[in-house]
């Protein structure tokens, strides 16, 4: 069976602005990838956004697009620039500024080598024609067509993140807000858009941290552009609030966030800015 690179699901309900992204929650490797993969496959489920697609299936039921990329971030990562490589990543790359983690990840979120060897120009070619380009030339598209339709599109990118991280200055951990919307410094959406994600989530009794510690990736930054009627917000969840992130599986409070998910795409569409 040919698993597609991405899949896109119109409204069920009455359409509005709102498109939900899933770049992150895929685990497919197709075979070029994997026979130059060094990670081990605990790392895929690990790196991956596990469940974030089921977390937002409703979300066309309450009127949104929901675009759900299928693909491990190994094979190339959504979120990036095409052109957030160097030597490490591909031979002969002309960039000057290190892309461990760039469109073609070097190294696992644990640290451990993600490729056996820098992927050549070609293999890079191939992954971003195959999965990369046609992903944001689909996504550009339906945020065309929303705005043309409503005069505006909003943007949900849909991702999750480690509850718990080790400290930039110390060997201390901490502990993550349940909820972090990233706006590149409330940049990349109306207030009326960061307000509605912020009181949502307080409402359910949710923590929020906004751009703390993502500010939102490539997406947000070169689609979020209000002055042009196009609004994105990052949101990152809290893997303990769906999940055990030791044994990779969901936990009792998964339907729960789904609901979550579900009412906040539902308060989205309603906004008019």
Request: charged share 20%; hydrophobic share 35%; glycine share 6%.
């Amino acid at each position: 069976m040919t698993i597609p690179p991405f899949s896109v699901r119109e409204p069920s309900g009455t359409e509005t602005p709102v498109t939900v992204e899933v770049p992150h929650a895929g685990l497919f490797v197709d075979g070029p990838t994997l026979s130059s993969l060094a990670a081990p496959a605990r790392s895929l489920g690990k790196d991956a956004d596990l469940y974030v697609d089921e977390l937002y299936t409703h979300a066309p039921s309450v009127g949104a697009t929901l675009l759900t990329a299928h693909a491990s971030r190994y094979v190339c990562d959504l979120n990036r620039s095409e052109h957030d490589i160097d030597e490490g990543s591909v031979h002969q790359a002309s960039s000057r500024t290190r892309a461990t983690r760039g469109v073609i990840w070097q190294l696992t979120g644990e640290g451990a080598p993600v490729l056996d060897a820098p992927l050549a120009r070609h293999e890079l070619e191939r992954r971003l024609n195959t999965y990369y380009r046609p992903y944001h030339q689909t996504l550009a598209r339906i945020l065309e067509e929303k705005r043309a339709q409503f005069g505006f599109a909003f943007l949900l990118a849909a991702h999750s993140m480690p509850s718990v991280a080790k400290a930039a200055s110390s060997n201390d951990f901490v502990v993550r807000a349940d909820v972090v919307p990233g706006t590149r410094g409330r940049t990349s959406a109306s207030e009326a858009f960061i307000q509605c994600v912020d009181k949502h989530a307080r409402a359910h009794g949710l923590s929020v941290m906004h751009d703390d510690p993502y500010q939102g990736g490539f997406t947000t930054q070169y689609y979020g552009r209000p002055d042009l009627r196009v609004h994105v917000i990052q949101i990152e969840l809290a893997r303990r609030l769906y999940m055990d992130e030791a044994t990779l599986q969901t936990n009792a409070h998964f339907e729960r966030i789904r609901a979550w998910c579900t009412s906040l795409v539902e308060a989205l569409g309603r906004i008019r800015p």
